[in-house]
C-alpha cells in the first residue's frame, strides 16, 4: 500500500517552518533566517520513501495586518496552501505557543492536523511544556501534539510517521527522484536572497527581490546572472557598498551556498536596479510571481 499526501506547513513568523522542511528532507532546501517573513513564496519540498511520497507546502509566516500589497500576495499563497491540502501541519514556537493567533485559520483548516511543538529545546521548564501541549491538544481538538526541535532534528521522524499514518492511499504526485517542484533557477534566487537576509540590516532585506536573468548548464563550471531590485537609490548604494564591497561579499557568500546546493562549480554575476516602491505595485508583484496573471 503506497501513500501520497499534500501537507501545509502553517506558523507564525520565526516559528521554524522552514527549518522543519529542511530537516525533513535532510537538504538545506529552503532559505532560512532568523528575521521574520523569510519565506515569501509557497515553495513545496518533497520526501521519497519506497513506501510513501509527502509533498510539504512551506508557506509564508501568518500576519494579520499586512503593511504593503507583497504581503497581501504572501497571505493569498497561505489560504490558497490549505485549499487543497490532505493535512496540515503546524508548527508552533514551544517557548511561546499562542494559539491565539490562528482562531481565524481553524475553521479553515478541513483537513487531519498535526502539531509540533518547535524549539522544545530551548524550553528550559519541561513540566511548562507538557502543560502548553496540553492546552495545544484541548484547543485545536487533536492528540497529534509532538514536542520537536527541527534544528536539532529531534523527533522530526515521529511528525514524519504521523504525517504517514494520516496519508490517504494514493500513487505517488511527483517522480521519486524530485526534491521540489521548482525550478534551479528560483531555487538560486532564493538562495541569494538568504544572503542579502544575512549581511544587511533593516529595511534592505524586505526591500529586495531577485531575479535569475540567465543561467548556462556547461560542462565544468554554471555561468548564473542575476540582478537584485531595490526600491529606492540610496538601497542600491548600500548594496554596492564602498568600493563595491558589498556586493562583492554578497557574490562570494551567495556563490559558496549555490555550489553547496548544486554540488557543482558556479561563476555568478550580480547586478543592482531600483524598481521603485514594488511591493507596493501589483504590476510588478505579478512581474515577480506574487500575483497570479
Not at 529552503?30 to 510513501?52: C, F, S, W
Not at 491540502?85 to 487531519?112: M, R, S, T, W
Not at 568600493?243 to 557574490?251: E, M, P, Q, V, W
Amino acid at each position: 500500500m503506497f501513500k501520497s499526501a499534500f501537507i501545509t506547513i502553517l506558523g507564525l513568523p520565526n516559528a521554524g517552518k522552514s527549518t522543519f522542511l529542511n530537516a525533513v528532507l535532510g537538504e538545506d532546501l529552503v532559505i532560512t533566517n532568523p528575521k521574520a517573513q523569510t519565506t515569501r513564496h509557497r515553495i513545496k519540498g518533497i520526501l521519497n520513501d519506497e513506501n510513501y511520497q509527502l509533498v510539504f507546502s512551506d508557506t509564508p509566516g501568518i500576519i494579520k495586518e499586512s503593511a504593503y500589497k507583497l504581503q497581501d500576495a504572501m497571505m493569498v499563497a497561505v489560504n490558497e496552501s490549505l485549499e487543497d491540502a490532505d493535512a496540515v501541519l503546524l508548527i508552533l514556537d514551544g517557548q511561546y505557543p499562542k494559539v491565539e493567533e490562528f482562531e481565524a485559520y481553524k475553521n479553515k483548516i478541513n483537513c487531519p492536523l498535526v502539531i509540533a511543538m518547535n524549539k522544545a529545546d530551548l524550553v528550559a521548564d519541561q513540566e511548562k511544556l507538557q502543560e502548553d501541549i496540553n492546552k495545544v491538544k484541548d484547543y485545536f481538538g487533536t492528540e497529534l501534539v509532538f514536542a520537536v526541535s527541527a534544528k536539532e532534528n529531534f523527533n522530526v521522524d515521529g511528525i514524519v510517521n504521523a504525517l504517514v499514518n494520516i496519508a490517504p492511499e494514493h500513487p505517488a504526485f511527483y517522480d521519486k527522484d524530485s526534491i521540489s517542484d521548482e525550478n534551479v533557477r528560483f531555487l538560486v534566487s532564493e538562495m541569494i536572497r538568504e544572503q542579502i537576509l544575512t549581511q544587511f540590516k533593516k529595511e534592505i532585506p524586505y526591500s529586495v527581490e531577485v531575479h535569475v536573468t540567465e543561467y548556462n548548464e556547461k560542462e565544468k563550471l554554471d555561468e548564473i546572472y542575476a540582478t537584485v531590485f531595490v526600491e529606492r537609490d540610496s538601497q542600491r548604494g548600500i548594496m554596492l557598498g564602498r568600493g563595491g564591497t558589498a556586493i562583492k561579499n554578497l557574490g562570494i557568500a551567495s556563490r559558496k551556498r549555490i555550489e553547496g546546493f548544486i554540488k557543482k562549480k558556479v561563476f555568478l554575476s550580480l547586478s543592482i536596479k531600483v524598481k521603485k516602491d514594488w511591493r507596493k505595485d501589483d504590476q510588478q508583484l505579478q512581474y515577480f510571481g506574487y500575483i497570479k496573471k
